[in-house]
């Protein structure tokens, strides 16, 4: 029972960073855009939460920061693809590799520096019961955030009125905009929220996951968390499954280490990413179900017309 309780310990943390990395990309594609920069910007998150947390001692400070730093970067983004109509694709991959040079700079000066990791929530007599306790009530508040993240975003897209209108415009950019919404706003804020979840999705890790700085620390998890969308054909609740899943996948391989399993460990450290290849294939095999859940509009560059 100790070994279950520590497997799915270790499956929540993994499964963190993609759950607010993918919430947050899940939005930005809804209204329309494609920012295919998420790797990138969850490193830009990672450092600046890392820098400030290790600056100011302050863990609440650290987490406001990366996600500040995630919405300028992708507030970057949206400027270029938005106002300047640049390509949102080649945009997206220039945001990457600007993230990761620019992180791995800053980050230069942190490299060995420990940090302790985020505190657990512990209630007396309840974060001590077996099993549930630990798994429970036992967790950091950025992994009780992410369910709340998840609950709001269903909530948003469902069943309010803006919520409505980031649908619409990720739908028809032109039916939206004759009807008076503010196509370009609109997606400005979706594109800044989910560069703000990123950044978040990046602090978890340099926080809590691995409390320690090291260059590319994201390790290709930006990539997977746009697979998620794609996997979860845009519908949070699949989402929160396809992290949990994803994350349980990436942690194997140290539990088959554990258990002294004779498998190669780079055949075990490539799962994850040979389990993207497969369900991205395996989905768009599914032509009509990505035609009717994927924005209309997504990747589609808007001039409101005079």
């Not at 919520?163 to 009807?179: I, K, M, N, P, T």
Request: aromatic fraction near 10%; proline fraction near 4%; hydrophobic fraction near 55%.
């Amino acid at each position: 029972m100790d070994i279950f309780v520590q497997i799915v310990l270790t499956v929540i943390t993994a499964s963190t960073p993609l759950l607010f990395a993918a919430s947050g990309e899940l939005i930005t594609e809804k209204s329309g855009v494609l920012n295919l920069g998420v790797e990138g910007m969850m490193l830009i998150g990672a450092i600046t939460g890392f820098a400030v947390a290790i600056s100011t001692g302050s863990a609440t400070l650290a987490i406001f920061a990366a996600a500040i730093a995630g919405a300028a970067a992708a507030f970057i983004f949206g400027f270029l693809t938005l106002s300047l109509l640049a390509n949102q694709v080649a945009t997206g991959l220039a945001l990457t590799i600007f993230g990761v040079g620019i992180s791995a700079l800053v980050g230069a000066a942190f490299v060995g520096v420990a940090l302790e990791p985020l505190p657990k929530l512990a209630i007396p007599g309840i974060s001590t019961l077996p099993v549930i306790g630990p798994i429970v009530f036992g967790q950091d508040i950025m992994v009780y955030g992410s369910f709340v993240l998840i609950a709001a975003i269903y909530w948003f897209l469902k069943h309010s009125h803006w919520g409505l209108v980031v649908r619409a415009v990720g739908e028809s950019h032109d039916s939206a905009h004759a009807l008076g919404y503010p196509v370009i706003a609109i997606r400005y804020m979706a594109t800044i929220f989910g560069g703000a979840m990123c950044g978040l999705g990046g602090a978890y890790l340099s926080l809590a996951y691995t409390p320690m700085w090291a260059e590319n620390m994201t390790a290709g998890r930006g990539w997977i968390a746009l697979a998620l969308v794609v996997f979860a054909t845009w519908r949070p609740g699949r989402l929160l499954l396809g992290a949990y899943m994803f994350g349980g996948i990436t942690i194997l391989q140290l539990h088959a280490q554990g258990a002294g399993i004779n498998v190669p460990s780079q055949f075990m450290s490539m799962l994850p990413y040979l389990a993207t290849i497969l369900v991205l294939v395996l989905i768009s095999r599914d032509k009509v179900r990505i035609r009717l859940n994927a924005p209309n509009c997504i990747g589609q560059a808007f001039r409101p017309a005079h």
